[in-house]
């Protein structure tokens, strides 16, 4: 390690780093707004400036900015320079000359970079007293606001909006000495990334609308560490909440999980949490409500759990200590995977080939270290946004590590990798049923349907493989990107393929797998990643019970039963008709949930659920990484409870003697990894809730915290006690333990000097690395290298269309197909239109233009929308939005008849 001084001192300091990412790491605090630890260095706000000398005996040294000099050894710098510090002082002042006096009223206001940087400069006083410049600002859609007078053109937001993320409609506009960030006329930001935005600019030319309709300032906010509920990734968020409404979510790093960045649908989807259409109140049907209150609620429900035999309905978005918790209610033989047979099917069948087989399941960042990638049916876009955030970065990073290699660069050197790399890009295939955005960064694109992409997939694995049987009948036109594909999956050294459940085929899912023990063969440290359709998908399939058709045969046979269903709605796994049967032959229908849906409205006793950030709970991902997620605050309304503390309440009520006087996460975690083997070591996603620092919990609110007593004014004037957490080791006050509390109990960043959320480099082991002490989850999985499973060789036949019948296929979107972020008011302007879509040459035969009512049939079953013709389909292939609220379950892939 080369050993560099720093105002004399000596440091041993990482190699293949810059002068301010290393000052960083070691504690220093350095001026910067340009530099990003995602993005590396471009020098453009000579912000960083430091002295460099030459050696020990230079005593005039010169100005350097730190992000754009790489760390050698034997390097002099000086931070502490009066004449660095001069300069760093007066960059600011230049900066500000045309920056608005209008901190009080800017949502970034106490947790600005820019007012954290202009501190510790030392600049205080503006001179400046001519006209400032100013700008007219844009409607960017209803994720984001813009005040473009506050901007300091550090650059930050176009390089992360359009090279980062890859987004084309934001830019920067100049003409003569005036820049302009934003868009070329007003209109919605494309990019489903674009929230991050609020924060990259270290100042307040973009912040969160959502946030501002009911603002809150940053310290006043009570907050926890949580995860995203809303796709199978498990993203790492930390959750806002103030007057008993969550405000905000914001990026919780994870080094191995989502880094810097989440997408929109996590950012803002949590709105459903403060919807007019949550269920806040106890229900017995025909009694008045205001007859139910908590003791009416469980003496009617001790006879329904004693008098009549118990059948359970899981939930893949329900955590893992209320599955478990229903499922010690009624008994693993009554408990149900709330999803239907070809999903829990297709599902157990991922969970198979991680678990049995050892294939080696890949995080997101080494899907972003991977030098070749290949998807084989999955829209990733849409089904897991930031895999597809991390298969860009893997595109660019693959050139960008070529052109270091040839050159004398270091990586993050970002602006000169650029002019090196130009339009060069890593190898990316990406194969699925209908045209995709990772086409345009894609080597290789393909477009059909999901029995032909298998054969493309095994035809791949023979190619890596040539003792397993050839795939017969492969077209001519198709062998040639087999063989582009088999030879950069050979040549990669860190190849990753991507599947999933959403096209609807397990040949699909077994020809990934076929190539991954393909390259494993030969040796290659080949991974996998699997997408899961729901945040706790995952962990339910690990639970290995039956579908949610076995319930529905249950209760054929015995409808006098009580039936629980537990945050699920039923209509959205199966169709109407089923859905209805099921329902109505229920003897007893219970139902715990937090928002009104299609199964609440038949409920016979509805029970109000904690959404995610009134629960503590445990989801596992599309790895097999268990994480959990944190109470953000206690809801205001005493009966609404976590649905696995109801379910230990009526645990009591059936067998008394073996309740408890609590129950606590950790030790509902315990008794679920002492049944089910499959979950060991579980337990160490999080401490235990008698967790202290020198006795003392860790404090939920920041200590800049304040309006506890006004809070309450229109109650009691003095202050009330503060609310106790059994739960955890996290306290509702600003009072607690003042350090760095271990990484998975962070529920901010925050650090003298640094208030807004570029803090976190204070609690990194170094800039842009892992956390201090970073718990990143519990991997159930374990990867076997050199375990190499059975190939499978049923290849499927060619597809044949079948006249007059259609292939019916779901067409997830970002915005709408998720259940709970459909709720939010602001993502649902963003939700696309209903339409059915068809090939252009299927459209044709049926004798209909674009716009013409067509109604999808399959026995009794029947649906109509509009038409959207699509060139890039496959004939005999028909798309329909997947998950929209106004829609019915229809019966993905299967063979329906069209109706003009």
Not at 498 to 517: D, F, L
Not at 887 to 893: A, T, V
């Amino acid at each position: 390690m080369p050993t560099i001084f720093i105002d004399n001192l000596p440091y041993e300091v990482k190699e293949g780093k810059n002068l301010l990412e290393t000052c960083l790491s070691l504690g220093f605090d350095l001026p910067y707004f340009c530099w990003h630890p995602a993005m590396g260095s471009v020098g453009a706000c000579r912000q960083c400036a430091v002295k460099i000398f030459k050696d020990e005996n230079d005593s005039t040294g010169r100005i350097m900015m730190s992000c754009m000099e790489a760390v050698k050894e034997g390097l002099r710098l000086s931070i502490a320079d009066p004449t660095a510090r001069a300069f760093r002082k007066q960059n600011i002042e230049w900066l500000m000359t045309n920056h608005p006096h209008d901190c009080p009223v800017c949502d970034e206001g106490g947790s600005c970079h820019l007012q954290d940087m202009t501190v510790m400069t030392g600049h205080d006083y503006r001179r400046y007293t001519f006209k400032k410049r100013t700008h007219v600002n844009q409607y960017l859609g209803p994720l984001l606001n813009h005040e473009m007078n506050r901007c300091i053109q550090c650059y930050r937001c176009v390089r992360f909006y359009r090279e980062y993320a890859g987004g084309t409609d934001l830019n920067v506009f100049g003409a003569h000495h005036h820049v302009y960030f934003g868009r070329e006329k007003d209109g919605v930001l494309e990019s489903p990334f674009s929230g991050n935005l609020a924060e990259v600019c270290p100042t307040g030319v973009f912040t969160d609308k959502t946030l501002k309709q009911h603002y809150t300032r940053k310290w006043d906010l009570t907050s926890a560490p949580s995860i995203c509920q809303h796709c199978s990734m498990g993203c790492n968020i930390i959750a806002g909440e103030r007057y008993g409404k969550l405000r905000c979510i914001v990026n919780r790093y994870n080094s191995d999980v989502n880094g810097y960045f989440i997408c929109d649908k996590g950012r803002y989807g949590y709105e459903f949490v403060n919807s007019v259409s949550r269920i806040a109140e106890p229900l017995i049907r025909n009694q008045p409500v205001e007859a139910v209150n908590e003791t009416a609620l469980m003496r009617h429900l001790e006879g329904l759990v004693t008098q009549f035999p118990l059948v359970g309905i899981g939930s893949p978005r329900a955590s893992m200590e209320s599955n478990f918790a229903l499922m010690e209610l009624v008994g693993k033989e009554n408990f149900f995977q709330g999803t239907n047979d070809d999903q829990a099917y297709l599902e157990r069948r991922m969970v198979e080939m991680l678990q049995q087989d050892g294939l080696p399941g890949v995080s997101l960042k080494a899907i972003e270290n991977a030098d070749a990638v290949l998807i084989l049916g999955e829209d990733i876009w849409n089904t897991a946004p930031m895999m597809a955030l991390a298969v860009r970065q893997s595109v660019m990073k693959t050139a960008a590590d070529q052109a270091v290699q040839q050159s004398s660069l270091a990586n993050w050197h970002d602006a000169a990798i650029k002019e090196l790399v130009q339009d060069k890009k890593g190898f990316l295939a990406n194969i699925t049923v209908a045209d995709a955005p990772l086409n345009k960064l894609a080597t290789i694109s393909a477009q059909d349907c999901p029995d032909n992409i298998a054969r493309l997939g095994f035809a791949i694995a023979q190619v890596l493989h040539p003792v397993l049987p050839p795939v017969s009948g492969i077209p001519e036109n198709d062998l040639q990107k087999i063989q582009l594909i088999a030879t950069a999956l050979q040549k990669a050294e860190r190849p990753v393929i991507i599947t999933g459940s959403s096209s609807c085929s397990e040949t699909v899912i077994k020809a990934a797998y076929n190539i991954v023990q393909s390259l494993r063969a030969t040796g290659k440290d080949a991974g996998i990643s699997f997408v899961f359709p729901e945040c706790n998908s995952m962990g339910l399939a690990l639970m290995n019970v039956p579908s949610l058709e076995n319930a529905l045969e249950r209760i054929r046979t015995n409808s006098d039963c009580t039936v629980i269903v537990l945050e699920n709605d039923i209509f959205r796994h199966i169709v109407p008709e089923k859905a209805d049967m099921f329902l109505s032959r229920c003897k007893h229908l219970v139902v715990m949930d937090s928002l009104h849906n299609r199964t609440t409205e038949k409920a016979h006793v509805l029970i109000p659920s904690a959404t995610f950030a009134e629960a503590d709970g445990t989801l596992v991902n599309n790895e097999g990484r268990a994480q959990h997620y944190y109470q953000v605050y206690m809801p205001f309304n005493p009966h609404i409870k976590e649905s696995w503390k109801w379910l230990d309440k009526i645990k009591k009520l059936k067998t008394p003697s073996a309740g408890r006087s609590a129950l606590h996460p950790d030790e509902c975690l315990a008794e679920l990894e002492s049944v089910l083997p499959q979950f060991e070591n579980i337990t160490g996603v999080m401490p235990s809730h008698q967790f202290r620092i020198n006795g003392q919990s860790i404090p939920r609110e920041p200590h800049r915290y304040s309006g506890r007593t006004a809070m309450r004014a229109h109650i009691a004037v003095s202050e009330a006690k503060p609310l106790q957490d059994g739960d955890s080791p996290l306290t509702y006050t600003m009072e607690g333990y003042p350090g760095i509390p271990p990484e998975s109990l962070t529920p901010f960043f925050w650090s003298p000097g640094w208030n807004s959320g570029q803090a976190v480099n204070k609690y990194q082991q170094e800039t842009g690395g892992a956390l201090r002490n970073e718990n990143p989850g519990v991997m159930l999985f374990k990867h076997n290298k050199d375990h190499i499973g059975k190939f499978i060789t049923d290849y499927p036949d060619p597809f044949t269309p079948i006249p007059g019948k259609y292939l019916l296929l779901p067409q997830h979107q970002l915005f709408g197909s998720e259940e709970m972020s459909a709720y939010s008011e602001t993502l649902s302007e963003l939700i696309p239109d209903m339409v059915i879509a068809l090939s252009g040459n299927d459209a044709k035969t049926l004798g209909v233009t674009d716009g013409a009512m067509i109604a999808i049939e399959k026995n009794e079953f029947s649906y109509p929308l509009p038409l959207k013709i699509r060139n890039d389909l496959k004939s005999g292939i028909v798309l329909v939005p997947a998950g929209y609220q106004a829609m019915p379950y229809f019966p993905w892939g299967s063979w329906v008849k069209l109706r003009v």
